[in-house]
T-cell receptor, first 114, second 115 residues
Framework: GNSVTQMEGPVTLSEEAFLTINCTYT??????LFWYVQYPGEGLQLLLK?????DKGSNKGFEATYRKETTSFHLEKGSVQVSDSAVYFC?????????????FGKGTRLSVIA | GAGVSQSPSNKVTEKGKDVELRCDPI?????LYWYRQSLGQGLEFLIY????????KSGLPSDRFSAERTGGSVSTLTIQRTQQEDSAVYLC?????????????FGSGTQLSVL
């Protein structure tokens, strides 16, 4: 079946440090890949996505590249800020039409300290 | 409405009682999803509604869990004879057409505590 594995947290970084959160997936066919973020006290929201191999999703300084050869979608940011402290979820959706509920990883909590 | 609305935001109940959780999706969204978020377990898919199609119930953990969506809009998740392991945050999400590439819009969730 479809599944997502992401690195366990928590991850604690100093402000301006480089961030990588690893995500690998198992899926039949050609899934779409997503990163969702949950800021403290807020609901989940889409951070970025990529819908085919070699696509790069980017938003708010975060990037992730869809690597079919390594079945990965690692999240990176060159210089984190305190406001990036949140829980990050990698997710996939398989199929090209309906009946495609997202499959999520377990989440990685990031804490950025000043 | 402006976003996905869930109620109540918090629910405390006693073991063995039934509870109903409500989700009001974004107007015009045909797809509606229920997830459960437990500590250390990430988001667990429960059930998915797409238009007038039969719902995908493959994620429901037991027959104590059921959901309906009336008129293609509001959805209610019902948990009968609640157990302590049902304690979690129940999240509802909607999307415009339910396709694989679409963005999901999440509500703020219902925190369920079973004593």
């Amino acid at each position: 079946g479809n599944s997502v594995t992401q690195m366990e947290g928590p991850v604690t970084l100093s402000e301006e440090a480089f961030l990588t959160i690893n995500c690998t997936y198992t899926a039949t066919g050609y899934p779409s890949l997503f990163w969702y973020v949950q800021y403290p006290g807020e609901g989940l929201q889409l951070l970025l996505k990529a819908t085919k191999a070699d696509d790069k999703g980017s938003n708010k300084g975060f990037e992730a590249t869809y690597r079919k050869e390594t079945t990965s979608f690692h999240l990176e940011k060159g210089s984190v800020q305190v406001s990036d402290s949140a829980v990050y979820f990698c997710a996939l959706s398989a199929g090209v039409s309906g009946n495609t509920p997202l499959v999520f990883g377990k989440g990685t909590r990031l804490s950025v300290i000043a | 409405g402006a976003g996905v609305s869930q109620s109540p935001s918090n629910k405390v109940t006693e073991k063995g009682k039934d509870v109903e959780l409500r989700c009001d999706p974004i107007s015009g969204h045909t797809a509606l999803y229920w997830y459960r978020q437990s500590l250390g377990q990430g988001l667990e898919f429960l059930i998915y509604f797409q238009g007038n199609s039969a719902p995908d119930k493959s994620g429901l953990p037991s027959d104590r869990f059921s959901a309906e969506r009336t008129g293609g809009s509001v959805s209610t998740l019902t948990i009968q004879r609640t157990q302590q392991e049902d304690s979690a945050v129940y999240l509802c999400a909607s999307s415009l057409g339910g396709t694989a590439t679409e963005k999901l819009f999440f509500g703020s969730g219902t925190q369920l505590s079973v004593l």
